[in-house]
Nanobody, 124 residues
Framework: QAQLVESGGGLVQAGGSLGLSCAAS????????MGWFRQAPGKEREFVAA????????SYADSVKGRFTISGDNTKNTVYLQMNNLKPEDTAVYYC?????????????????WGQGTQVTVSS
């Protein structure tokens, strides 16, 4: 079973940047898609970005396109989310997850393993 640990959250002013990391406990990248989701208080958990290692393909939610970038390092079993030009509406707990899909799925239901989440707060 994969274990995922997120880090890098924090408090930032609007317009600022933060980088998140998600470290996997074992090498699963060749068979997995890795995704980032977020959940704000009182809202459903929503897709943010995903990357598939076999193809290098990525997908993004429309709300973060052009501002967030997902990437990864196979040697470190780690996926990253670089977040630029942050907005107050980006405030949420951010989770990473894995899916056994050969494409960067946006569907929460196909993701099997989840991290504990890291808080991102953007002040106005």
């Amino acid at each position: 079973q994969a274990q995922l640990v997120e880090s890098g959250g924090g408090l930032v002013q609007a317009g600022g940047s933060l980088g998140l990391s998600c470290a996997a406990s074992r090498r699963t990248f060749s068979a997995y898609t890795m995704g980032w989701f977020r959940q704000a208080p009182g809202k459903e958990r929503e897709f943010v970005a995903a990357i598939t290692w076999s193809s290098g393909g990525t997908s993004y939610a429309d709300s973060v396109k052009g501002r967030f970038t997902i990437s990864g390092d196979n040697t470190k079993n780690t996926v990253y989310l670089q977040m630029n030009n942050l907005k107050p509406e980006d405030t949420a707990v951010y989770y990473c997850a894995t899916a056994q899909r050969p494409y960067p799925s946006t569907s929460r239901g196909v993701y099997e393993y989840w991290g504990q989440g890291t808080q991102v707060t953007v002040s106005s």
